[in-house]
């Protein structure tokens, strides 16, 4: 199986053709095939996947599973599509797109239909749309191969690209610092549970691009699984930021004991607070570092992710939550030092529901790893209601691929830093068992508060005793650090929660940490 490295690495270098225009005398004087056209609209795409819960579930069936099985990854990373094939290269649409071939990674096709007018055709594979790097792997090929996903490029011309779909219901943009990172995927179903996790996939795509200059590219999709089947329409706005639209219509076949919304998938190996994980030369590994929540009471929380010794599921009850996500705040080159794939760049993702999405829970799963080609972070929503089979879901949401969250708060500084360190004072004999506790705070209004203002720090803890709490302006800065230390028996994870205060004023958002004090024996 392909690991998340080298899934980046074919996002990145996967050769890329550009698009040829929606009219049909031109496409067909260009050479691709297409089927016949249908009529086709999102009401429509609803009642197939309703009508396709209905009946029992089809395992896609894979074939000529020994020819793909040939494509490895070096041989798919020699494919390129014919750029004079191209949707879209000529100018005529927004963003030219570009096809991903099947192989042994991804065998299973989809199709892929391009929209006119409300008219749909599939564009029919060809062999010789591709070149195969010099080898002649392509002229044992058959018609009916098929496609594996697409990705959007910046425009006609444009050597590099912003968003793709392949694999299952995966998907991800570069974001607006144009580097790949975390996953977004249609949804989640039982994960962390002691079943299987199922993966349902994206099995057919209808394209709308838009006119060249606009910024809206419109992606509907039909998703089936064994337990569910569902009808998307995914909205890709590109400018500086990049916001998709998603309306999503789930269809349960079956009852679902862990349906997870909107979910991301991410990685962290190792950040500041956690470097005695570290088995890399680099300071800090992570496309994520931190969870951020804006509860539905207006609350604003920061969770710093683990990379813990065994699975951990942490739940955190809301209801109409107004955003959360997985973050990149740490955005210093010198942090990483990785030239090669920059997480000092990767993306912010921050889902915003649309209307209300009544009680439920962020829930975060985080899973052990050794390496960073290893996603082992998923974030999702569970709604409080049961999910049974023959029940419908509607859900909106927007997701915003960006640089930082986009609604920060003037009103409570902000985390910037989590760092642990031994408890005690330095030059006294150390107290055994502590930890101590280091947390920086940014922006807000710690731009008005004075090196001498009493500025407390409160700390619960959900075991243990706390010790030695206070907090201090940083030299030369307006930002402020809290600093405790914690003393916990057992190997038992501690939930802690801190905020700044100023008399009864908050100032700060409401850090939250999961300390396991066997990680660090």
């Not at 270098?13 to 496409?27: D, E, H, K």
């Not at 792997?137 to 779909?165: N, Y």
């Not at 100023?502 to 940490?513: N, S």
């Amino acid at each position: 199986m392909v690991n998340r490295r080298q899934f980046l690495q074919l996002l990145a270098v996967v050769g890329a053709w550009a698009g040829l225009p929606v009219a049909r005398s031109q496409a067909g004087a260009m050479g691709l095939q297409f089927g016949t056209p249908a009529s086709f609209s999102f009401q429509a795409l609803q009642r197939h996947a309703r009508g396709m819960a209905a009946q029992p579930y089809q395992e896609p069936v894979t074939r000529h599973e020994a020819l793909l099985e040939s494509i490895d990854y070096d041989a798919f990373q020699q494919i390129v599509y014919k750029r004079e094939l191209g949707l879209g290269e000529d100018g005529s649409l927004n963003f030219p797109v570009q096809l991903f071939h099947l192989g042994r990674y991804f065998k299973n096709p989809v199709k892929i239909h391009v929209l006119d007018q409300g008219q749909a055709r599939e564009i029919l594979y060809r062999p010789d749309y591709f070149t195969f790097g010099g080898s002649s792997l392509g002229q044992t090929f058959p018609d009916d191969l098929g496609f594996s996903g697409f990705r959007l490029q910046e425009g006609p011309g444009a050597t590099t690209d912003w968003m793709a779909f392949l694999g299952a219901s995966y998907f991800r943009s570069a974001g607006e610092l144009n580097q790949y990172g975390l996953s977004a995927r249609g949804v989640a179903i039982n994960p962390a549970l002691p079943v299987p996790e199922e993966f349902p996939r994206f099995t057919e795509f209808w394209l709308e691009p838009g006119p060249a200059q606009s910024d809206t590219f419109v992606v509907y999709a039909l998703l089936d699984g064994p337990s569910v089947s569902g009808a998307f329409r995914l909205s890709c706005v590109k400018r500086p930021q990049i916001v998709m639209d998603i309306q999503a219509s789930l269809y349960p076949r079956r009852d679902i004991q862990r349906m997870g919304l909107a979910p991301l998938t991410s990685m962290f190996w190792y950040g500041e607070h956690n470097r005695h994980q570290a088995r890399d030369w680099r300071p800090e590994i992570h496309d994520s570092d931190g969870l951020a929540m804006w509860t539905g009471a207006g609350e604003r929380l920061w969770r710093p992710l683990n990379n813990p010794t065994s699975v951990m599921t942490n739940s955190f009850l809301d209801a109409n939550p107004k955003g959360f996500g997985l973050l990149q705040r740490d955005r210093a080159f010198y942090h990483y030092e990785d030239d090669g794939v920059f997480y000092d760049r990767r993306p912010t993702v921050w889902i915003e529901p649309i209307g209300e999405w009544g009680e439920g829970m962020v829930q975060l799963v985080e899973i052990p790893t050794d390496d960073e080609i290893h996603d082992n972070i998923v974030l999702y929503w569970l709604p409080k209601k049961p999910v049974k089979a023959g029940s419908e879901w509607h859900v909106g949401y927007r997701l915003h691929w960006t640089d930082t969250e986009p609604y920060p708060s003037d009103v409570v500084a902000r985390v910037c830093h989590t760092r642990l360190g031994n408890a005690g004072v330095p030059g006294q004999p150390r107290p055994k068992g502590g930890r101590k506790f280091v947390i920086d705070f940014e922006g807000g209004p710690l731009k008005d508060v004075e090196k001498l203002d009493k500025v407390i720090p409160v700390v619960s803890a959900s075991k243990g005793r706390i010790d030695n709490q206070y907090a201090l302006q940083v030299v030369g800065t307006r930002n402020w650090r809290a600093f405790f230390d914690l003393y916990v028996e057992g190997e038992a994870p501690v939930d802690l929660r801190l905020f700044l205060k100023l008399g009864d004023r908050p100032l700060t958002e409401t850090w939250l940490y999961q300390y396991l004090p066997f990680a660090y024996r």
